[in-house]
């Protein structure tokens, strides 16, 4: 016997309805993919980024990286050379989208900056647990970095 038999109505109403409301159910916890903001890598002049040109030792000045994007969202580095030292380094821009990704980019930011900091440079080791937005960190660094002339 054929479960939406004619002669059982009630029955075909129950599972019709069944149907459509795990349908609803399952549309309406699907996340909506949103495409990162569209960013252009320009260049700014040493006089434009907040500092002296490059080749020079003094001075201060601001370069951010590429927005390089990851598997959970775009990631993006500013840092201030100043005397052809490290002296800060920004996320400007990190995967914040749900609660998960806060808190990961809690410990993980903090730790990148400092061993950046530390290293003067980009090689720096990534974040157990924290993978992927540590690649789009050291990368952007890099980008930062070669943009600031050191």
Do not use: C
């Given at each position: 016997?054929?479960?939406?038999?004619?002669?059982?109505?009630?029955?075909?109403?129950?599972?019709?309805?069944?149907?459509?409301?795990?349908?609803?159910?399952?549309?309406?916890?699907?996340?909506?993919?949103?495409?990162?903001?569209?960013?252009?890598?320009?260049?700014?002049?040493?006089?434009?980024?907040?500092?002296?040109?490059?080749?020079?030792?003094?001075?201060?000045?601001t370069?951010?990286?590429?927005?390089?994007q990851?598997?959970?969202?775009?990631?993006?580095?500013?840092?201030?050379v100043?005397?052809?030292?490290?002296?800060?380094?920004?996320?400007?821009?990190?995967?914040?989208?749900?609660?998960?990704?806060?808190?990961?980019?809690?410990?993980?930011?903090?730790?990148?900056?400092?061993?950046?900091?530390?290293?003067?440079?980009?090689?720096?080791?990534?974040?157990?647990?924290?993978?992927?937005?540590?690649?789009?960190?050291?990368?952007?660094?890099?980008?930062?970095?070669?943009?600031?002339?050191?």
């Amino acid at each position: 016997m054929h479960a939406l038999n004619k002669s059982r109505p009630l029955r075909r109403i129950v599972l019709a309805s069944a149907a459509t409301v795990s349908g609803m159910v399952l549309l309406l916890a699907l996340k909506p993919h949103t495409p990162p903001p569209l960013v252009t890598a320009g260049t700014k002049s040493p006089a434009a980024a907040g500092g002296s040109a490059p080749g020079r030792a003094g001075g201060s000045r601001t370069a951010t990286g590429d927005s390089v994007q990851t598997r959970w969202g775009p990631v993006r580095v500013r840092v201030t050379v100043e005397d052809g030292r490290l002296t800060d380094v920004t996320a400007v821009s990190y995967p914040e989208d749900n609660p998960r990704d806060r808190e990961i980019n809690g410990y993980a930011l903090p730790q990148l900056r400092r061993e950046a900091l530390a290293a003067q440079s980009a090689q720096i080791d990534s974040v157990s647990g924290a993978t992927y937005t540590s690649d789009g960190y050291r990368q952007s660094l890099q980008s930062a970095l070669d943009s600031a002339g050191l």
